[in-house]
């Protein structure tokens, strides 16, 4: 083999293990690349799902606030809607009483409540009242139960009032007080009776 020759074959082989050495550096920096990209893209993915959770338990907690908000609105307007109800019904309720006490058998019950007074007494001094809209109505009320009757000082709506005063005792057969605690023990009661 010539020099030439000798020469042509090293720098052959030189440039093959260099070519070689060149491939397994570009193939090793590619492959560092590779795993280095597929980390990031990994790493990436992962971030993504960590603010896809978070962006999810954000929009239920901000979907969750909205509803008890608007619940409590509705609850509130309900509310009001009941009250407006109630008051209107209990308006209702008292001119139906203002009705009953202009006819014949408000003065029969009036009788009948003055009567169960005088047995509970049993003889034990009592003051009898009836409201000041029913003055008129005194003189045959005494005359139909045989007791002295007093005229309220104050508006209890229609009724009796009595006083045993010995025995610390209220009897209240007024209707300003049957009305009152009616209208607050009244609660609407929904279809499937649930208030």
């Given at each position: 083999?010539?020099?030439?020759?000798?020469?042509?074959?090293?720098?052959?082989t030189?440039m093959?293990?260099?070519?070689?050495?060149?491939n397994?550096?570009?193939?090793?920096?590619?492959?560092?690349?590779?795993?280095?990209?597929?980390?990031?893209?990994?790493?990436?993915?992962?971030?993504?799902?960590?603010?896809?959770?978070?962006?999810?338990?954000?929009?239920?907690?901000?979907?969750?606030?909205?509803?008890?908000?608007?619940?409590?609105?509705?609850?509130?307007?309900q509310?009001?809607?009941?009250?407006?109800?109630?008051?209107?019904?209990?308006?209702?309720?008292?001119?139906?009483?203002?009705?009953?006490?202009?006819?014949?058998?408000?003065?029969?019950?009036l009788?009948?409540?003055?009567?169960?007074?005088?047995?509970?007494?049993?003889?034990?001094?009592?003051?009898?009242?009836?409201?000041?809209?029913?003055?008129?109505?005194?003189?045959?009320?005494?005359?139909?139960?045989?007791?002295?009757?007093?005229?309220?000082?104050?508006?209890?709506?229609g009724?009796?009032?009595?006083?045993?005063?010995?025995?610390?005792?209220?009897?209240?057969?007024?209707?300003?007080?049957?009305?009152?605690?009616?209208?607050?023990?009244?609660?609407?009661?929904?279809?499937?009776?649930?208030?």
């Amino acid at each position: 083999m010539t020099l030439e020759e000798k020469i042509a074959h090293m720098q052959a082989t030189s440039m093959e293990q260099a070519r070689a050495e060149s491939n397994a550096i570009i193939d090793a920096h590619k492959e560092a690349l590779e795993k280095l990209f597929q980390d990031h893209k990994e790493e990436a993915l992962r971030q993504s799902e960590t603010r896809i959770k978070s962006e999810t338990v954000n929009a239920k907690s901000e979907l969750n606030k909205a509803m008890a908000k608007s619940q409590i609105e509705l609850k509130r307007k309900q509310g009001q809607i009941q009250l407006e109800l109630k008051n209107r019904l209990f308006e209702e309720v008292h001119q139906m009483v203002l009705e009953y006490m202009k006819t014949e058998k408000y003065e029969d019950y009036l009788i009948a409540c003055i009567k169960e007074a005088v047995t509970f007494a049993d003889g034990e001094e009592m003051v009898i009242y009836i409201n000041p809209s029913d003055e008129h109505l005194r003189s045959d009320l005494e005359d139909a139960t045989g007791v002295i009757l007093t005229i309220s000082q104050e508006e209890f709506l229609g009724g009796m009032r009595a006083v045993l005063r010995g025995r610390n005792i209220l009897i209240d057969h007024s209707f300003k007080t049957a009305i009152d605690n009616e209208y607050n023990d009244f609660i609407f009661m929904g279809g499937d009776g649930v208030a």
